[in-house]
């Protein structure tokens, strides 16, 4: 206890006074400390004894400074030896720190002193470049050094990179080794024949770095062969980025369908099945979304080990939640209004503002912040496309949504109570179904659904007394669109509208293309009023 | 005159008030001194202004819902554009007066960069031109609008939520900076209109003036279209289009003329609005809005002359009474303002004074009939007789 006190003082004063260069030179491995030792007078060897300690960090940084001493861009101030890599602005230099290459602002030429270099000292250098990083014993490090120098083209860098192809066991690694060995032929005087083939290894990689790269070879060389690869080369990537463009506006879509999908699927079971227009459908979402913001506060404050299990947690709440809501809607007011549509609209709308309105006098009318769990966040690479995880589980989670909603409709007693309702009521009352009683039910299935729907949105929207409003008119959209009664229309409805919004984006802008998909749904209602999937029979308009 | 037995008293009551209000607030509010009791504060003068506009908005509504049986979620979008004509020939008189200097160019215009004039500006300039385009533009939108909705039998709640649509899209496509109406901020920073100072109480007047004659001339003609021969062919289509049309008749056409005229009137309001608020911009074509104003008609009564213009007075005037006395408490009054007067209202104040009036002459009618009934049973034929 004693001696625990000292050594706490200590290492608060090392963390008060060393956060600035002492810190550095305390670590012995570390090569921003390692780095400042070009600095001052010295003999050839020993710069070359500091290339090989830079190298032995096995820190890819060090590779700029490494790069900058062989280019003669290494200098040291004149007063405290202090290292940079420095470029002529006029009359000044404009220097960078060595290993991070932020910028330190401009100094006098005469302030600075080149670290001195001849050829030896750069063998040395390209030798610890290429041993630096592409021998490293993790096949990752491996990995970042290949990408490093492909980026850096850099022509001196073949050899090591021979060496290292050569050496090297895992596939993947190894191809991106080739990759880097075919920007630095480009960059290179190799002969034509070499640089084509190097063409071909690019055209393999076809990604938008490559292709920069290919463009502007071929526009420098004047070699028929090499600049015909190369335009050959160039054609291949461009079809390739094309494609990936186009996989990623479907994705986009297929995400923003199924963000649409959530929230109608719930009206497509209260207006498609019930014929009830429910304009508080979208608060219906909002309460499931500040359900799950109460669940994370609740968890944030008494067990936060269970956040991870947060929205699992918050999504039976939400439908509860939800669903109670709207059952009390049901019996209190909207059953009063069945067969008066648009007193119906009104009513509901009135109690869209109430619900807004103490939303937004419990909570605040800000935002309040929703968490996302770890498996929600991040993203990952497929081709040149990054899909980001909670895009892709709120796809699976609509999906999963639908299906089951498919299912409660098709195979269960409620389902079937449900469907002779809404196609005979009086047959199936006459048949003993408690016809009030499943329309309750009904509409607090579709605003239950609603309030999960609410979980899966507060983890990609604000969770606002607003964000009901944002998707009511969409939702009314999707399920006219799609055609009222239909489960299936909404799904295509929603991933229809989804992709074709991602499509015109592009082209038209965000606004524009969701105005020109209003315009056209509007426009696609002449056409079709009863939607793409129309329920068969006869209709009378009353 | 057929109108004047038409109409009734009370309508004629209504526009006799109507009138009454366009001379006498001006009067009192220039004539009185500021310690009369009866002096209008100049401030009040603008604010009943866009009362009486609301009204003219609500009346529109109904002769389109309350006499033809379609609900339009899409109003305020008519209302709006009529305002954004004006205001567009508001913006051209400033001239060099703006905050830039530029004599041809809106500020904004000048603040994006913009080097001449849209195409769409031009003529705005002239006050006939603008008042030309405040019936057109809106008139023509819903012409269009409804004759392909109408065409294509799109009815009910599928109209209501597409007129909504309809409202969504144009505030979201005015909302764009390079749409050239102002973007977000809209149209404002207005300094005259025909030459008078647009901030002058004597301007304020005769704007609230024309307001007032407006919403009288929009009573009258709203009462010469329903009580004529095509009025009673909308409340036929409002009560039984499929019956109409069996008939033989053209529903298409009845809703589309209605519409028309309907969105021409709410053109005319919002053009009416704007240089007695001083602003547009795109939240007028809220969805929101458009439903305030259907519950103005709600709450007056729809399917009468007076009950929209005393709905949209009233819900207006505890609107501003509210948000001044308790903000957080107004959108509860509304929203529950919604649910009893479709719940327990059905046929708004008007219309719920008329059925219990005539509800109780048929019961009193009825007892005097079975008082008369009795009596005669009772009469014994005088044997003098």
Redesign the interface.
Known sequence: MNRSIPWLLLSLAVLLFGLGPAAAQQAEADPAAIVQKFGGKQSFDATEAVIAELAATGDERVARALRALREGDLYWREGDEAVFIATRKGSDYEIFDPLTGDSAGTVPSGDLQKVRVKNSIRNAVTGALGTLTLRAENPAQRMRAASTLFSDADPEMIGPLDAAIAAEEDSAVKARMQEARASAVLASDLPAADKAAAAKVLATRADRESLTMLIRFAGATDDPVAKQAADAAIVAIQNNIAFWNQTQNIWYGLSLGSVLLLAAIGLAITFGVMGVINMAHGEMVMLGAYTTFMVQELIRNNAPGLFEWSLTIALPLAFLVSGTVGLVMERGLIRFLYGRPLETLLATFGVSLILQQAVRTIFGPSNRQVGNPDWMSGAFDVGLMSVTWNRLWIIVFALVVFLALLAVLNRTPLGLQMRAVTQNRRMAAAMGIRTPWVDAMTFALGSGIAGIAGVALSQIDNVSPNLGQGYIIDSFMVVVFGGVGNLWGTLVGAMTLGIVNKFLEPYAGAVLGKIVVLVLIILFIQKRPRGLFAQKGRFVDA | MILARFLGPRVWILIAAILAAAILVPLSNLALPADHPLHVPSYLVPLFGKYVCYALLALALDLVWGYCGI?SLGHGAFFALGGYAMGMYLMRQIGARGVYGNPELPDFMVFLNWKELPWYWTGFDQFWFAALMVMLVPGLLAFV?GF??F????????L???T???T??LL??F??NDMGFGGNNGLTDFKDILGFSIQADATRAGLFAASCIALALGVLLVGWITRSKLGKLMIAVRDA??RTRFIGWRPEYVKLFAFTVSAVMAGIAGALYVPQVGIINPGEFS??NS?EI??WA?VGGRGTLIGPVIGALLVNYGKTVFTALAP?FW??L??????F???LL?RGIVGTIDHGWDALRATRRAKEAEKGETAGTDVVPDPAE
Do not use: D, H, K, N
């Open positions: 609900l609008f392909f909705a065409r294509s039998r799109v009815t009910g709640v599928y209501s939520i597409i909504q649509a309809m969504y899209a979201l496509a909302f764009r289009e499929s969805p929101v439903i259907v519950v709600a957080e959108l509860f509304l929203g529950g303002l919604f649910v007067v479709t719940l059905p």
